[in-house]
């Protein structure tokens, strides 16, 4: 390979650059969720890491220890925000370059080495397969930097077959392959799955790879340098990702993540589509024709790829459906199996013309399905089953609409006004907003619940001055699993409980797929009735919520209030243990206009401790029967406050500075 090596790897770059290219200027700025939220992860850390690089390490060393989503697959890429290209297109360059050709690359060099290829033509074509695949181009064209973690997936299986770990204690080599199986995990974290099902896998394929003999000492040899590789991946885990770690192992993920789950069947089939009917017929057929007449280390590589294939996806659809970014290793079983069928059929071409002939004709093919499936040059239902899933550059139809709903909300929200958004799919959600806003937005757009069980719902969602509601209620999960979207909205068409104090304002907007999006603005106060009856439409689904919402006194009293904060630095807002964090204006009080719900005490405390100024702060209530209350809280001080007089009836809260609003923050919270 050594022969052809530059000038492959050139072309390789040059058609990775027009095809990344030609894709992301076909799209339209509608990024959201997972598709966006790595590109934000780069532009932030591509700004600050040059200008502070000491408090971005501190940045990255936390967000290993605590991230679900860390930063460590985008730091390498930081150096592509010098392109003088749009950040977008540096981004997608910077996966497809940095991560997916190196994958490419060493697919081929996997194969070649411990297989013995001295077939240059086969070395030549496995690396055509793995750079046109489309599996790995999909979910990186869409922003996932997923297929990093792909990389050390290889690496491992090569370390394990060009090293054998049968044969004596080899410590160099246990540890590095723990370091690289403890890598796919800290650049992605549901490569764990991959990586249980590789410490079940590995040591049986080393033993027979290597034609060790099956004694004592080969048994003790493989057991030891595995325990060591499983050793080092634990203790690094523990080490730089210990919080992750504990919080992963506390947390039920089945549950949380059961509306994404699908009956097993479905998960199958959508992972047959993901590479296609063709590709998935194939590789079962050439698997089958390697195990009847093929060499016994394609044979091995065979059983291998789908033992890892069939543990693996077990283990991962137990907690939900994978996605395009997480079928990556899915795929690429199947593609290490329907690899080894085709060097068989390369084996028995005996003349070097008809080898080239077939290597070019396949090569052409893949180069066409995969422009096809990206591009949707020629669609066709039969087709588009038996090829790779379409993954066409991102667009919706009436785009001027969403122009307009965006600047609309932007102007709506220039008085620091919040909104929500009550839609969850990628006809319409907040994040299609924010971009559509270059992220103007983003302070005023109220964090909104997306699925109930990971979720659960967020009091802020329906405290905002306007919410955007579409019609149908556009979800993209289980309708089961994502009330937390479809209830307001139903309430709010419909009229009923909360839905009964907003009016709609404004045109509607003709969006995609026949959706019809409105804005409604909150005209007045919840009722209590209204609070209870709309938080009891959850309740009959999950009895447990209860616990956390309607029995929380001060969740209730916030969810019928209407707040007015003061000027600057002015909040009022829930915090996730039931208290509610308070702050007055510079020159302007925040008011609550309320009803305290059966609260006959609340405690007052005062945050700033630390503050240089012995200040306090004002703070008075008054009912609509005429009862007022008002008192100061000193600095450092905690008070117990009688509201009995309050209870159960309209009532203002006026949190107001003495001498200086920098040493005000309170916390309010109630002795229930």
Known sequence: MKSFKFPIILISIIYIIIITSVYVSL???????????????????????????????????????????????????????????????????????????????????????????????????????????????????????????????????????????SKQIDVKNSLKLGLCLWLAFLLRRWYVFTVIALYLTLPVITIFYHKAKLDTKTIKNVVLNFFMAGMTNVILSMLFQWHLIKRILQTNYTHIYSAYQTPLFYSIYSEILTGGYLFFILTCCLSLIVLLRGETKSKILVIFSWSNLIISFALFTHTQSPGMHQSIPFEFWLLLAFSQGILFIFNTIKSEKQSVWVMTILSIILILIQINSLFGIYQNNFLNKMLPNMNLPLKVSNYQEYIHLAQYLENLTKNNDKVSIFSSNSNLNGDIISNLTNFKID?????????????????????????????????????????????????????????????????????????????????????????????????????????????????????????????????????????????????????????????????????????NKDDSISIELMSSNNKILHFYLKKGEISEINVSDFKNVNSKMIIKKVKDSGCDAISISTTN
């Open 443 to 611: 302070n005023n757009l109220t964090y909104v619940s997306q699925v109930d069980l990971r979720d659960g719902f967020s009091p802020d969602s329906i405290m905002s001055k306007y919410v955007v509601i579409t019609d149908p209620v556009q979800l993209h999960l289980n309708p089961s699993g994502q009330r937390v979207i479809s209830v307001p909205v139903l309430d709010i068409l419909n009229k009923h409980n909360i839905g009964k104090a907003y009016v709609k304002i404004g045109r509607s907007y003709n969006l995609n797929d026949s959706v019809t999006a409105s804005i409604y603005k909150k005209n007045r106060n919840f009722t209590i009735d209204e609070v209870n009856g709309f938080l009891s439409e959850f309740y009959q689904y999950y009895p447990e919520w209860k616990k956390n919402l309607s029995e929380q006194k001060l969740k209730l009293s916030f969810l019928n209030s209407a707040i007015s904060k003061g000027d600057v630095w002015g909040q009022f807002e829930l915090q996730s243990d039931g208290s509610i964090y308070a702050h007055p204006g510079a020159t302007l009080p925040t008011i609550i206009d309320w009803t305290l719900v059966n609260i006959d005490k609340l405690i007052f405390t005062s945050l700033n401790t630390s503050c």
């Open 27 to 165: 799209e339209q700025n509608i990024y959201y969720w997972d598709f966006k939220s790595y590109w934000i992860y780069w532009q932030n850390l591509s700004e600050n890491i040059f200008k502070s690089p000491k408090i971005e390490l501190i940045h990255i060393i936390h967000s290993m220890n605590y991230d679900d989503y860390n930063l460590c697959p985008v730091i390498i890429l930081v150096f592509f925000k010098f392109l003088p290209v749009s950040s977008r297109l540096a981004y997608i360059l910077s996966i497809n370059l940095l991560y997916l050709l190196p994958v490419a690359i060493v697919f081929s060099l996997l194969q070649s080495k411990i297989l013995n290829v001295k077939n240059v033509r086969f070395q030549f074509f496995s690396y055509i397969l793995a750079i046109t695949f489309v599996p790995f181009w999909a979910p990186s064209l869409r922003g996932y930097p997923d297929i990093c973690g792909l990389f050390f997936i290889i690496l491992s299986i090569w370390l394990c077959l060009t090293n054998n770990l």
